[in-house]
C-alpha cells in the first residue's frame, strides 16, 4: 500500500475566521494609573489560535475594578479593565470548534485554560496558565480576564471558556453569573450547606447576597443576612434571607447563637475584614464551616478562643470565583428554570462611553446602587 506524500503532513491549519467588516479599533476603558481612567480608541483585539474575539454586549463594574482605579491591586498601567462579559462572536482564532461568529456567549471572570495542572486537578480556578494572569499583593490570582469594558475582548482558551447563552435569556438575566453569583454560590457550596442548615451571612454587598441566594439553593432552613446598610437588608430578604441583622444596632453574634439554638453550621464572609472574619467564627457551632469569599488586606488573625483553642473541629475553606464554560453552563440553568433571579441587583445603567459616572456611583454606594450595567 502507498502512501500519499500529503497525507504523513500535518493538515495547514486553518485561518482566523474574521468577518471583513471587522473593525480595526475600538472603544475601551483603559487604565492608565490610580484615579485615571479614560474611554480611549485602541487597537481591536486579534485572535491567536485557540483564542476568540466577542462583540460585548452587556458587562458591569466589580468592586476589584474599584480597587484596581484606587491602586489597592497594583495592575500595569495600559491595562483594559472589566472581567463581566456577555457578548457575540465576533472572530475566532484557529483551531476554536463547534462554535460560530454571531453566537451569544457568557465568559466567566476566571478564564481557566483546561489543560494545565491545576485545572486538570479539577481545581480550575487556580488555573494559572496564561496571559490573563496578574500578579496581585504578591501571589497570582487564576486566570482572571481582563478587557471586558470594551466594545470587544479577547477570550483565551476559547474552548474552555465560550458559554453559549441559550435564545430564551436576556443578557441582563446572565451577566452577574460572571463573577458576583460564581463567587456567592461558591461560597455556599464550598460551605457544604446541608438541607435543614443554619447559615449566616456577612455582609450584603453583591457577593454577600449572590452567597445568601446560594444558601437558599443549597437548602439552608434558616438564612441569616448581616449588613449595615438598610436597602441591603431589605436585598437579602428579596435574595432568601429569613431573618436580616444591622451591624450597627445589633450584637449580632449573640443574636446568631440565640437564633440558631447554639452556633450557625456555616458563616459565609463576604467583606474581607479581620472584624467580620472573626465574627463568622464566633458565629458557629462547634464543627461549623467558615466560608470565607472575602479579600483580606494585611495580617489576618483567628483569635484562640473563637477558634477553642483548636480542638473546635472547625472547617475553614475559601472560594475564588468558579469560571469556565461548564461553571456558566449550570448557572445559566438555574436562571433558566426560575430557580434565582438576580437581575433586582442590576440597579443602574450607562453606556461604555460614560462609563466614569458609573464608576463614581458604584464607588460612593450612592442611590441604592448595587450592580451597574454597562452597554457598550
Ligand atoms: N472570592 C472571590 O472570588 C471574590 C470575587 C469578587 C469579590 N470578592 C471580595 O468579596 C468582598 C465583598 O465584595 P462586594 O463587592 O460584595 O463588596 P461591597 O463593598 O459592595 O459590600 C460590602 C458590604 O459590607 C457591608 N459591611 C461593612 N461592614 C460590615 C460589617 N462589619 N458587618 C457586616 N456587613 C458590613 C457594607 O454595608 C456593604 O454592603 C470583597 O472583599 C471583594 O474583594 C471576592
Ligand atoms: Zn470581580
Ligand atoms: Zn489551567
Not at 480608541?41 to 484606587?70: K, M, N, S
Not at 488586606?297 to 468558579?322: N, R
Not at 443602574?348 to 448595587?370: C, K, M, N, Q, T
Request: one cysteine or more; aromatic letters at 4%.
Amino acid at each position: 500500500m502507498s502512501e500519499s506524500a500529503t497525507a504523513v503532513l500535518p493538515p495547514p491549519a486553518p485561518a482566523a475566521r474574521t468577518p471583513r467588516t471587522a473593525p480595526k479599533t475600538m472603544k475601551a476603558t483603559v487604565f492608565h494609573g490610580v484615579g485615571d481612567l479614560r474611554v480611549e480608541e485602541v487597537p481591536r483585539p486579534v485572535p491567536g489560535p485557540g483564542e476568540a474575539v466577542i462583540r460585548v454586549t452587556l458587562t458591569t463594574i466589580c468592586g476589584t475594578d474599584l480597587h484596581i482605579v484606587r491602586g489597592e491591586y497594583p495592575v500595569r498601567p495600559g491595562l483594559i479593565i472589566g472581567h463581566e462579559p456577555v457578548g457575540v462572536i465576533a472572530e475566532l482564532g484557529p483551531g476554536v470548534t463547534g462554535y460560530e461568529v454571531g453566537e451569544r456567549v457568557l465568559v466567566g471572570a476566571i478564564t481557566p485554560c483546561g489543560q494545565c495542572r491545576a485545572c486538570l486537578s479539577g481545581q480550575h480556578s487556580q488555573c494559572g496558565h496564561g496571559a490573563g494572569c496578574e500578579a496581585i499583593g504578591g501571589w497570582r490570582f487564576g486566570n482572571t480576564i481582563h478587557g471586558a469594558q470594551a466594545e470587544y475582548l479577547l477570550v483565551p482558551s476559547a474552548q474552555a471558556n465560550l458559554a453559549k447563552v441559550p435564545d430564551d435569556l436576556a443578557d441582563e438575566q446572565v451577566v452577574l453569573l460572571a463573577d458576583i453569583a460564581s463567587t456567592g454560590f461558591g461560597g455556599a457550596e464550598s460551605g457544604r450547606i446541608r438541607i435543614g442548615d443554619a447559615v449566616v451571612v456577612f455582609a450584603q454587598g453583591p457577593i454577600g447576597l449572590c452567597a445568601t441566594a446560594g444558601a437558599k439553593l443549597m437548602g439552608a432552613a434558616l438564612i441569616i443576612g448581616v449588613d449595615g446598610d438598610d436597602r441591603r437588608l431589605e436585598m437579602s430578604k428579596r435574595m432568601g434571607a429569613d431573618v436580616v441583622l444591622d451591624y450597627r444596632k445589633t450584637d449580632v453574634v449573640a443574636e446568631v447563637l440565640k437564633l440558631t439554638g447554639g452556633g450557625a453550621d456555616v458563616a459565609i464572609e463576604a467583606l474581607g475584614t479581620q472584624e467580620t472574619f472573626e465574627s463568622c467564627l464566633r458565629s458557629l457551632r462547634p464543627g461549623g464551616t467558615l466560608s470565607s469569599l472575602g479579600v483580606y488586606s494585611g495580617k489576618l488573625q483567628v483569635p484562640y478562643e473563637a477558634f477553642a483553642a483548636g480542638l473546635g473541629d472547625h472547617h475553614i475553606v475559601t472560594t475564588l470565583c468558579p469560571g469556565g464554560k461548564e461553571r456558566m453552563r449550570r448557572l445559566m440553568e438555574v436562571v433558566r428554570h426560575g430557580r434565582v433571579d438576580l437581575t433586582p441587583l442590576l440597579t443602574h445603567s450607562f453606556p461604555l462611553d460614560r462609563i466614569d459616572e458609573g464608576y463614581r456611583l458604584f464607588g460612593s454606594r450612592a442611590d441604592g446602587v448595587l450592580k451597574v450595567a454597562i452597554r457598550p
